[in-house]
């Protein structure tokens, strides 16, 4: 089992950067895919960015892509998203979670964080 728990989140002013880590407990956190997905209020939960289990592919939602950076440190048991040129439609909680598979589809993600806010304003 992997747990998973963000941080990073806060207020930013557009433009702005920000930086979120997702810190796993467990020996098998480098088994697994990673990826990070969003939810504003109201809103279904979106994906964002995944990372293979060695971290050597990634996929990006075309919302977010050329702006936001996912990485991974297998050594720290820990997993990164870098937001860069933020906008005020960025602002969600977001969450992290980890998959067995490479995917961009929520439902194969097997454990979740608790998630963290981001909020972007204008």
């Known amino acids: 089992q992997v747990q998973l728990v963000e941080s990073g989140g806060g207020l930013v002013q557009a433009g702005g950067s920000l930086r979120l880590s997702c810190a796993a407990s467990?020996?098998?956190?480098?088994?697994?895919?990673m990826g990070w997905f969003r939810q504003a209020p109201g809103k279904v939960r979106e994906f964002v960015a995944g990372?293979?289990?060695?971290?050597?592919?990634?996929l990006y939602a075309d919302s977010v892509k050329g702006r936001f950076t996912i990485s991974r440190d297998n050594a720290k048991n820990t997993v990164y998203l870098q937001m860069s040129s933020l906008k005020p439609e960025d602002t969600a909680v977001y969450y992290c979670?980890?998959?067995?598979?490479?995917?961009?589809?929520?439902?194969?993600?097997?454990?979740w964080g608790q998630g963290t806010q981001v909020t972007v304003s204008s």
């Open positions: 467990g020996r098998t956190f480098s088994r697994y895919a």
């Open positions: 979670a980890a998959s067995i598979y490479f995917s961009k589809n929520l439902d194969r993600y097997n454990y």
């Open positions: 990372i293979t289990s060695s971290g050597n592919s990634t």
